[in-house]
């Protein structure tokens, strides 16, 4: 990658007129964005959100009873880093867990880990690790994260 883009720069007639040092300001910036970039996408995939959800395509004129401002206030994280809890409440398909994934998409960008479990996997895994002595263990890895999703809690679906 960094091949392609020092190409891409040399191949512009407006980059030769760079001096060295924006010159190497843009390629040290496009090291960070790249790298930034793949944190983002293996705390995504650890993640194993459910839906690919985002804060930017929340719908708020659909009536379902969102709050956009407590929803924005949310994605900001700050109860995350103040280790407080939210717990999303609704009728059947109002859409709780695809903004529960929307969010979890945000602490990803955030920079902050997440985990999504749906209720019944998480109960049945656990109730396994308890017999086969894995259960501190898991419990540990359940604690590391920033944002534990819990889902499916409504009728154990």
């Known amino acids: 990658m960094h091949l392609n883009f020092r190409n891409l720069l040399e191949a512009n007639p407006e980059s030769r007129a760079l001096e060295h040092a924006e010159w190497l300001g843009l390629l040290v910036e496009q090291e960070a964005t790249l790298r930034q970039q793949r944190r983002f996408a293996a705390r995504a995939r650890s993640a194993k959100l459910r839906h690919a959800a985002t804060m930017e395509d929340v719908d708020y004129r659909t009536p379902r009873g969102l709050d956009r401002t407590m929803f924005l206030r949310l994605g900001a994280c700050d109860w995350i880093r103040e280790h407080r809890h939210c717990l999303i409440t609704g009728p059947c398909g109002a859409g709780k867990s695809w903004f529960a994934c ?13 985990l999504y479990q ?11 690790a308890r017999g086969d002595g894995r259960y501190a263990r898991l419990m ?5 994260v920033d944002l534990l999703i819990l889902d499916g809690v409504d009728g154990f679906s």
Not at 140 to 144: E, K, L, M, T
């Open 102 to 114: 929307a969010l979890g998409d945000k602490v990803c960008r955030e920079n902050l880990s997440v």
């Open 118 to 128: 749906r209720s019944p996997r998480l109960f049945a895994s656990l109730a396994l």
């Open 140 to 144: 540990r890895q359940f604690a590391r």
